[in-house]
């Protein structure tokens, strides 16, 4: 089934652009990569846009947040980078971390402190093409070439962060990769990243996000791509806060190989209008774990969209996932998520779950768990529930003298405890807490 959609100002535009980008492009890439945007570029033109009419974006329409007029060429934006400042709402209070910063999706060194070079190699995407782990895992993954957007994002990506945790390194301190966001004008980042971490390596990765201030509407579709060599382990909190007048779309695929430990956390506390949240795993190799941990709060208007894949390919692998939503206002929350099971893929363990809480009578969940399986010897299973808060609870702690809004805001912390338990860093957990706190309608 085709998808395109064709007059919406953004597909013309990137149509348009599409060939004075590749000639630009062409000055300072490779033949073999330009090719290869040239393919994917081909592919997205055939699929265009998802609209609702396809299963993975029924709940999910698009269109009225594509028809803005974007700028496709951000080359200028990163001259902003001069003279710029860490934002205070960039620190998260007593963590203590290496940092990275990037603005508009390219690492600004300036306003970075890395480990040592002996424990991981960092630099910007389009410096690392001459690297080992670039060479052997950029754009591998084949699962972008059935996504919309990851075409989009092969065929046009400006530029991203290229790390490699070397082998056996334990890298002690959580690395912050924080990105920046700034635009003067409506504007369309497509920023893309790989991360290795090699065989015997260990570490742990925080994400976030701030948009500096802009009164422009900023559409990011960004691509990173995870792998997780033999017996690596690797932590990856994903904070998405912020992002007033923003609409995000992140897509995530990870690599996973044998003995591997992947533990993934996507917190979702964002102002955004749009966040769609793509996070898929492909198992390589046995005796490896997934870990899948997601909390989403919705309100106002806007919708947020968590599509997870587990592709369980090999034996003897383990897979736990749980997702918890809040919804309030007119907010729309959507988790869909998939787990497959191989025929091969005898001895799996696969778990999932998704909860949601209403806190308004005019908010909507749609929520999809699937299971589908084509091995016989396996323990596998997956649930969903929605629900409303707990009267009896919010009278108990009311006749106790606790005011109604201090009351709910204490029974969502324990409906999310669930998923805020389970980050290891003090630091990061109480910045969880009070994004949770000052997130929730008055």
Known sequence: MTTQV?????????????????????????????????????????????TTQLEEWKYTNLLPFLKDQFETDCTKLYESADGLSLPEEAIIQGLDAYRLVLLNGQLIPSLSSLPPATEMLISRLSEARNEAAYTQYFSTNEILEKQHFGNLNT????????????????????????????????????????????????????????????KATLLLNSVTEVVTEATANLTHYHVQSGGKNARLINNVVIRQERDSVYSNYTLTISDADLVR???????????????????????????????????????????????????????????????????DAQKTNAFQQNNNLLLSDTATVYSKPQLEIFADDVKCSHGMTVGQFDEESMFYLRSRGIGEAAARTMLVHAFAFDITEKIKIPALRAHVDELIASHLPE
Request: net charge neutral; glycine share 8%; proline share 3%.
């Open 6 to 50: 064709q007059n919406i100002p953004l597909y013309e535009s990137l149509s348009k652009s599409f060939d004075g980008f590749i000639s630009q492009r062409g000055q300072q890439e490779t033949a073999d990569l330009i090719e290869r945007r040239k393919s994917a570029f081909g592919r997205f033109q055939s699929m265009g846009f998802p």
């Open 277 to 343: 949240n793509n996070l898929q795993v492909r198992h390589e190799g046995e005796h490896l774990e997934t870990n899948l941990f997601g909390l989403y709060l919705v309100n106002g208007s806007q919708l947020v969209d968590n599509h997870t894949l587990m592709d369980h390919r090999i034996p003897n692998c383990n897979s736990n996932e749980h997702y918890k939503g809040v919804l309030s206002g007119k907010g729309t929350g959507v988790f869909n998520g998939k787990v497959y099971v191989h025929v």
């Open 155 to 214: 065929a046009m990506f400006s530029d991203g962060l290229f790390f490699e945790v070397k082998a056996k390194a334990v890298v002690e301190k959580p690395l912050h990769i924080i990105h920046l966001y700034h635009t003067s004008h409506n504007a369309f980042l497509q920023p893309r990243h790989l991360w290795v971490g090699r065989k015997g390596s260990m570490a742990t990765l925080i994400e976030s996000a701030v948009c500096l201030d802009t």
